[in-house]
């Protein structure tokens, strides 16, 4: 499928799992519908995990979620706009970003700009396509590959150095040295509350080095 000239494959949320990366985070699991080799996951946080493993599952609570909210909405309420699908379209300093395509009364479809987590649990609830931007899709797949292929030989080899490319800590670091728990513990929980987990896992490394 093309959207706006740029190619994109459909996926599935094959699961959520608990994640190592950062507190409080689950890896969302998301498959190529036609390849189900080809998998990435994608950090979110606690409240979206459980809506979407409730979509996945049938374990949904009494009272109605934000994203069982907005969906009702389209499928039930407002029939003359229709929720078309979602896509993944965009990686950058460690977020992805999402749309949730909407089609007009005329016709005409417009985006709604939305994290994956919420954008995957509205169309779990909906019932339409999920779409992943092709290019980035398989470059997270290189990616997530060697990542786990490094930590599995890291694991393996207890004399094993660091690389010489690896990537040094941002100098940052250095100034969470300075802070306390408490204020580490707040910048943490500021960087899940914005998906920019890469950070949160970085804050998660000195509070670990504390013992705390």
Known sequence: MRINDIEYIEVEVLDVRSS???TEAFSMIVVDKFNKHHYIPIIIGLNEARAILGELHGRLPQRPLTHTLFADLFTDHIPD??????SID???EGIYYASIVIQSPTGTYFNVDARP???VAIALRAKVHIFFQKKLFEDQMQIARRKSEYESDSFSNEDLSVPQNAVSQPS???EWETMSMSELRDLLQNAIDEENYELAAKIQEEIDKRGA
Do not use: R
Request: cysteine-free.
């Open 90 to 92: 965009e990686y950058s």
């Open 81 to 86: 706009y229709n929720l078309e699908f979602v």
């Open 117 to 119: 987590s919420d954008a």
């Open 20 to 22: 190592s990366q950062a």
């Open 172 to 174: 940052a670091t250095t």
